[in-house]
């Protein structure tokens, strides 16, 4: 079955470390996303990439980094800078550029500090 | 710029009541809107979407949502709530040219359901 798998489901960070979440799609995507849940504040934009080896900041990018090396894959690294990385983290992907088609997510990762 | 408004951010009703969940939307464009769904500890789930091809939009788990220009509003709703509709709900939009590759969320609403 197709869809987007993110890994690990729980990562715990230690002060002054970086940490890559993984999210891979086999939907043949083209466009993919992520997201940052806390509670009470809904879903906001960290990164989305349109195209392999293109990508955009979101609305809260400070403190994380990208890369879309391949079409299936894109990783999410929340660097030191980041100084309240505790939250729910959501990888999501899109077939196309059109505002009507909707975006289809993976499971999460829930990243915690040590 | 788009944006969503989800007024309530907690719902609660009795099994088998109706079930309604309410969303305002502010665009520039005619927007595409989206409900999703979202069980503890898991991803969202898309319920239905709007696309401008019908004002009455239904949708899985026997959700629909009616799109009201006027009102600018696109409310969720289930005429008999079930247990397993116990979870939170989204609305997002997405809109024009500039923001068709991005959507925009509001904040939530937990739905509860009492037996």
């Known amino acids: 079955d197709g869809g987007i798998t993110q890994s690990p489901k729980y990562l715990f960070r230690k002060e002054g470390q970086n940490v890559t979440l993984s999210c891979e799609q086999n939907?043949?995507?083209?466009?993919m996303y992520w997201y940052r849940q806390d509670p009470g504040q809904g879903l906001r934009l960290i990164y989305y990439s349109q195209i392999v080896n293109d990508f955009q900041k979101g609305d809260i990018a400070e403190g994380y980094s990208v890369s879309r090396e391949k079409k299936e894959s894109f990783p999410l690294t929340v660097t030191s800078a980041q100084k309240n990385p505790t939250a729910f983290y959501l990888c999501a992907s899109r077939l196309g550029q059109g505002g009507n088609q909707p975006q289809h997510f993976g499971d999460g990762t829930r990243l915690s500090i040590l | 710029a788009q944006s969503v408004t989800q007024l309530g951010s907690h719902v609660s009703v009795s099994e088998g009541a109706l079930v309604l969940l309410r969303c305002n939307y502010s665009s520039s464009v005619p927007p595409y809107l989206f409900w999703y769904v979202q069980y503890p500890n898991q991803g969202l789930q898309l319920l239905l979407k709007y696309t401008s091809a019908a004002t009455l939009v239904k949708g899985i788990n026997g959700f629909e949502a009616e799109f009201k220009k006027s009102e600018t509003s696109f409310h969720l709703t289930k005429p008999s709530a079930h247990m397993s509709d116990a979870a939170e709900y989204f609305c997002a939009v997405s809109a024009g040219i500039q923001g068709a590759q991005k959507l925009v969320f509001g904040q939530g609403t937990r739905l509860t359901i009492n037996p």
């Open positions: 939907l043949n995507h083209d466009a």
